[in-house]
């Protein structure tokens, strides 16, 4: 669980933020409805953000609505891209982590998810947030930073294999 | 709802289904909190439907709801409406719900529809209303939804709806949706859409209609009434009703007459493919509609009229999100290193703690870390100006005045810290401690065969039975654990942890307080059998700061105990008060009772050595 090594060192908000920009270009292109969130006077407040409906149809085949909300944001203490995200009822309750493993956003072992999820005061937007562990993320990142076209997209696609994005796939066309 | 199989079925509106972002509570409490604080009048606010065709008639609010102008979203409609929250459960629940609707319905009808306001501004005939209560210690919201509309007309469709594609090709319907993009927002609800030669066009209802002209001339067949629709199956959504009856409202022309109309739906891939077009029969007799009552309230999860509730305390409440944090950091001691872990049995035992000194505000502490939550402190002192540097449940705040009761401010500390009967006892010298879990009294000791490696759980012994292994020093070593002020500070914390750590291994050890303390506890060559979940299980630590050395030594019950010896459990159990009474009286009471005495007299005979603290020796 240590910072990454000197080899994978992370990226600067700075780098965060123009991929950011980038992405969001991409995203308004091929319609993927991620927006954009920044304050000139706060670097470290940029974040992108996606909001979607997942349906789930349940053991009795009432089918439920959620919504999820997906936030990127910048990690300051590991210089990385950081990824949270949050279910809700339609009364606005969160899913606890349990019930977002029961509706299929995750396809992971219980034991690998708990290790790499955990709930905490997101520190961008001050409320609580699932967030994945970022201790990875700098030495993954780095074995890609040469053939990344876009660090968002890479840092993305290292994420699906955990949660159910529906990425279009033009991003794959970089 | 199913679809319309027949020709003349009536048309069912398929009803807004509210969604609520919890951001929408967040702002809703904090506006509650600072601005409206008391007030019951109602504010106005916005939400949006989505006519993307993917996800059906949801309605939603979000923080953004209180703004000043609704935030513009990518295939969404803002709308407006009112919130008219209660400040007591009675009032939300004995408010009149069918006349509270016919009053906003009374005001559309006049500001919007008699007005014909619609005509150039047609997003004023959509609203919604939200009822709410909320109670805000448990962070419970009650509410509900209306999106008021006329219960009359009945109108039919006169075939079942069918694709915008079998009366348009694939262009004009991209010439559509994209001059529907470019309808300003406040008309894009309701518009008219015509086709003329090979040309279409998308126009506003001001277009077609004058205000202040009575006698209408419209050809009605030469256009399409459209509007942006949040249903995604065969039926028309909830804003198509109020739109008829507006029509019928304003001009004779459409009594009993057939109009075309397109419900505008849409998605990211292929634009407005996805709409519908149904042929609408309108009635001949149209009553004067007002005063027929308005309609709109939405059914909650049960399929009944009534309040939907959102316990939104777990991620608004900061005790609850205070707990989960906590138990998820125990959690994930299981989830990664010990998977065997029970997480329970922590949280429902119940711990005693006598004294609410430096060893109990230490022991306190660890005990919450642990997951413990039922802390009950036995004290009678209070706090002075020596104990908080000491004592980590207390604070300089506590001392003043006279000092407050320990276990009240001990209490409150832990409260402060974390929102929500075995005896292990610790005592401490100067520079040393000793943590020791009692032996339990059972009638019928499992079994008494001495083993060579363990002594079963139940029958180790107590804090006294060791004290009387130099039974020279009983009277003198008895109040051991008085000297506790004058310890080395790191002692109490040490200690504490420790007796806290040895309670967590028993509790998850599959025997319990039964559980065996082995002679030797060693890295290598552990006995299966003596392994918790979270190792083997001491029967006493003691330590030495002066030389920073461990032991943890293992002996029997010792059959004269001054404390847990059967005679004198028995004693107590006859005599109940009078023995106590006897023992406070008399130093050397127990001794006599339990046979010390002699046994004294008998070592001074054979001038036995006596044993210090640290030796083993499990003689009885």
Known sequence: MRPSSSQATGISPETFVYAARDFIELSDKYMDSWTIYQNDNEILSTHLKREEFISHRDQRGKVFLYRAEYVIFYNLSYGVPSFSFNVWDCTGKLLTLEQVRDISLMKTRKEDFFSVVTQQEHPVLYKPYFIIHPCHTAELLSMFRKTSKNLIITFLSLITPLIQLNLPLEYGLL | MATPENVKDIIQYVPFTSFVNPSFWHSFTDIKFNVDKLSENTKQIYGRFSYANDIGPVFEVDGTAFNKQPEAELMYLSIRGTLMNKNTIDDFKSIDKASLLNSIGEI????????????????????????????????????????????????????????????????????????????????????VIRKENETVKVETLSNIFNRTDNTCNLDISSVYFAFTDPSNNGNPGWPLRIFLAALLEYSAIFHGSVIKVIGIRSSKEVGCQSSQIFNVMLPENVQCLQKLGWVGWERNDRGNFGPKLSDMSASMSPKKLAAESADLNIKLMQWRLVPDLNIEIMKNTKCLLIGAGTLGCQVARNLLAWGFRHIHFVDKGKVSYSNPTRQVLYTYHDCRDGGKNKVDAAAESLLSIHPDVIVINSALGFDSYLVMRHGIWSPNPESTTIHSTYVPGDQVGCYFCNDVTAPGNSQKDRTLDQQCTVTRPGVAAIAGALAVELLASLLQHKLGVRAPAPYNISDEMIDPEFEGVLGPVPHSIRGFLHSYQTVVPTYRKFKQCIACSEVVIDNYRKEGINFLLNVFNSGTYLEEVTGLTELQLTAEMSEVLTFSDEDQDTDE
């Open chain 2, 108 to 191: 559309i009808w006049h500001n919007s529809i008699i007005t014909r306001l619609w005509m150039c501004n047609p997003s004023c005939l959509l609203n919604f209303f939200i009822l709410s209560f909320a109670d805000l210690k448990k962070y419970h919201y009650y509410y509900w939804f209306a999106f008021p509309t006329p219960s009359q007309p009945t109108v039919f469709l006169k075939e079942k709806s069918k694709s915008i594609l079998t009366e348009f090709n694939e262009s004009e319907i991209r010439t559509i949706s994209q001059n529907y993009q470019l309808l300003h927002h406040s008309q894009r609800c309701f518009f």
